[in-house]
């Protein structure tokens, strides 16, 4: 598929690995637009909570209005919510169990809903492709380290719901990728701190740093050209494995 000159869609693009994919996806031609909590400069925006179905759709409507059928449609939301479970310590109840799966796993559902409505009512292109839908799940979702289970469980599911809708989406033309990121250099691991967070760092492999933005980015836009990419799910962490970690991190 020919990016430049099509429409995209990245949810998430105010911070993070969504920013930095909205800035690339721009440079090399296409119209971007924003769905986001917050604004973003320089960028067209409209404000959706992910979790929010109809707010989602409401985005998806007006941003396909203003720059057309999006060709490619990235989502980078998520939030965090780890500690144990049980014990004097416990930290994660129900309810933020319950958050956590809203925003990472029901707000991933929500946006391919939204923007898979779109998308199959546009004009298909010489291959009969109307483009591809790429999700971000974590190496969690494999690995998960002591705390991480809402987490884990969210980003599992968002990797578990991509060959089916892959399936699904295959009538239209469409597909559906997942990237699992290790860890990356992002405002949500850079200003995370403590043990685990030092922990982590120690356990990359090659290269010896933690990913850059836009090394994410390159690999969406490389998702968007490639057609053989569907149904499946990329781990993008330089050979990062997550061993069990420790219950003492969480002691309060
Ligand atoms: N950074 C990493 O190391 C890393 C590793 C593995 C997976 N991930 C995943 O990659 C994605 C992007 O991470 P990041 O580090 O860029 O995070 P980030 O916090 O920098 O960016 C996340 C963006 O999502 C938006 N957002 C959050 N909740 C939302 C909601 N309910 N509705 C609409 N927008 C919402 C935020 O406003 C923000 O702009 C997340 O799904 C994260 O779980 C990140």
């Keep these: 598929m020919k990016l ?15 920013a930095a994919a909205a800035r690339h996806l721009e440079s090399l031609g296409m119209n971007v637009g924003v769905i986001d909590l917050d604004p973003v400069e320089g ?7 992910i979790s929010d179905f109809g707010q989602v759709n409401a985005a998806v409507i007006a941003l396909s209005e203003r720059h057309g059928a999006p060709r490619l449609v990235l989502n980078t939301t998520g939030t965090g919510g780890s500690g144990l479970c049980t014990g004097p310590d416990a930290m994660v109840d129900s309810e933020v169990f319950r958050r956590v799966l ?3 796993t029901l707000g991933s559902f929500n946006l391919v809903k939204a923007a898979g409505e779109v998308m199959a009512q546009a004009e298909p292109d010489e291959d009969g492709g109307r483009g591809v839908i790429v999700n971000t799940s974590s190496i969690v979702a494999m690995e998960g380290q002591i705390g991480t ?62 990913g850059k933005a836009v090394e994410f980015a390159e690999m969406v836009a490389h998702i968007g050209c490639n057609a053989m990419l569907n149904g499946t799910v990329i781990r993008l962490d330089g050979a990062f494995r997550v061993p069990p970690g420790r219950y003492d991190w969480w002691e309060r």
């Design 43 to 49: 960028l067209s925006f409209a404000r959706a909570d």
């Design 102 to 104: 809203l925003v990472n």
């Design 4 to 18: 430049a000159g099509q429409a995209a869609i990245v949810a998430g693009g105010a911070s993070g690995l969504g």
């Design 149 to 210: 289970a809402p987490y884990a469980a969210a980003k599992g599911g968002v990797n578990a719901m991509t060959l089916p809708l892959a399936r699904e989406f295959a009538r239209h033309g469409i597909r559906i990728v997942t990237i699992a990121p290790g860890i990356f250099e992002t405002p949500m691991f850079s200003n995370a701190r403590g043990p685990m967070v030092d922990w982590l760092r120690e356990q990359v492999v090659y290269p010896d740093r933690p």
